[in-house]
């Protein structure tokens, strides 16, 4: 397990049309920090402010050359 901290809010969003939420449903707050773990897929998952687990990135070796991740989260 690594701890991950949020560098901006991450918002969930519906389906691959990036269709946002009304209002908008922060999952990661900025600032914050969370528990981040791999699967048995190697892919990483960390738990929202609700406890649900969520893909933060899918590269097993080296989570920040992940862009995604890059841009929302930083190794702490």
């Known amino acids: 397990m690594e701890l991950v901290q949020c560098k ?3 918002v969930k969003k ?6 946002e ?3 908008p449903k922060v999952l990661f707050k900025a600032d914050y920090f969370y528990p981040a773990f791999q ?3 190697g892919i990483w ?3 929202d ?3 649900e687990a969520h893909v933060i990135s899918e590269t ?3 989570v920040e050359e992940d862009p ?3 841009m929302y989260f930083k190794k702490v």
Not at 14 to 19: F, I
């Open 8 to 10: 901006k809010d991450v």
């Open 14 to 19: 519906l389906g691959h049309d990036v269709v």
């Open 21 to 23: 939420i009304d209002p």
């Open 39 to 41: 699967d048995q897929y």
């Open 45 to 47: 998952l960390a738990a």
């Open 49 to 51: 402010e609700e406890g």
């Open 60 to 62: 097993p070796e080296h």
């Open 68 to 70: 995604w991740f890059d």
